[in-house]
């Protein structure tokens, strides 16, 4: 008898054994993946700042048109501003 609990305590823990070690390497593994998207966010690649680039570029050259078509005093004004600022520089 003694023999059989000993022999189904053994045999128990081998075939827990995978679960435990998935059990404790679960919260290394989700670690490293929240340090690898950590880093992902934070680094940005050079297409990424030229996107932020041109898109500060179309901001400031469209705060510019409405500026110059708020201050037209006529109909010609406004129309130069449009041209102006539509361009393909």
Request: glycine share 14%; charged share 15%.
């Given at each position: 008898m003694r023999a059989f609990s000993i022999l189904?305590?053994?045999l128990?823990?081998?075939m827990l054994s995978?679960?435990?070690t998935k059990v404790i390497t679960a919260p290394f593994?989700?670690?490293g993946t929240v340090v690898e998207t950590a880093v992902d966010a934070t680094t940005q690649s050079q297409s990424e700042r030229e996107e932020?680039?041109?898109r500060k570029v179309l901001a400031d050259r469209k705060k510019q048109r409405d500026l110059c078509l708020d201050e037209a005093q006529n109909k010609q004004e406004r129309r130069n501003c449009k041209d102006a600022y539509n361009r393909d520089d």
């Open positions: 189904s305590v053994a128990v823990s081998l995978g679960c435990v593994r989700a670690a932020d680039l041109g």
